[in-house]
């Protein structure tokens, strides 16, 4: 059990490290800081809804940036191992196909992690520069946000292991994202639908996850209830990404 930690945590490390050296992790990172920079200037239009609008704006493209970086690296990330032949010499070595996808998802995951954390410090920096305090939401926000990232980047890694190329995963993934923010509508829709076809939207319909359950942004004052109602979809999302892709990946010749 400690050999398959090992290879995992060997995995995810390495996966860390190429995405802090890329250069699109640097250019993302530049963008992400100079938007919410751009933020404040935008404040001072707001007047009386200022601090409200300088906390909702700054976290949205906080989650913009990290999701948009996330998603290209995960589209990119199994297809260049596998045109540069590396996928074949990681799997020469007694490396489980399990514990080499559960790596490159850790790590992904923890280079979003250090971007939240790095953003949210310059977004928290911003606002103390305005005069204002720490949002009482702010953490269970970024707390929401990240769980996003783990339903929406394992989904990446799945689509990417039977996609023909980054930009159609890519492309498919985002289409899941915007979905999933509209799931509680399209689930009303369903129901308000008769017949075949309701209940045809309705299967379909549970198939999206439901990222509205992850907006701290939207539940200020009840905030706190977030992860408890969340954690658990979250969880079962990104799971069952990983098995699916599990599955995938063994029946490729590698």
């Given amino acids: 059990m400690r050999k398959y930690a090992a290879l995992v945590a060997s995995v995810a490390l390495n996966s860390f490290l190429e995405g802090a050296r890329s250069r699109f992790f640097t250019m993302f990172a530049v963008f992400a800081f100079t938007a919410v920079y751009a933020s404040v200037l935008a404040g001072v239009m707001a007047v009386d809804q200022e601090e409200r609008l300088l906390g909702d ?30 996928i074949y010499l990681v799997f020469s070595r007694p490396v489980p196909r399990s514990a080499y996808l559960a790596g490159k998802l ?50 990446a890694f799945f689509v990417s292991l039977f996609s023909t190329s980054a930009v159609s995963t890519l492309v498919i993934s985002a289409i899941m994202w915007t979905l999933g923010h509209f799931a509680a509508e399209a689930r009303f829709l369903a129901e308000e639908a008769a017949g075949f076809q309701g209940a045809l939207l309705g299967l379909l319909i549970n198939l999206v996850p439901n990222l509205q359950l992850f907006n701290a942004r939207d539940a200020a004052g009840a905030a706190a209830a977030l992860p408890a109602a969340a954690l658990l979809p979250a969880a079962a999302w990104t799971l069952a990404c990983y098995f699916a892709g599990l599955w995938l990946l063994s029946r490729k010749e590698f």
């Fill in 57 to 86: 704006f700054g976290l949205l493209l906080t989650e913009l940036t990290t999701l948009a970086y996330l998603l290209f690296n995960a589209s990119s990330s199994l297809l260049r191992e596998a045109e540069t032949k590396t």
């Fill in 106 to 155: 850790a790590g992904a995951l923890l280079t979003g992690a250090m971007m939240l954390l790095l953003m949210g410090a310059v977004h928290l920096s911003l606002l103390h520069f305005r005069g204002f305090g720490l949002p009482p939401f702010y953490g269970w926000a970024l707390a929401g946000i990240f769980l996003k990232l783990c339903v929406i980047v394992s989904f």
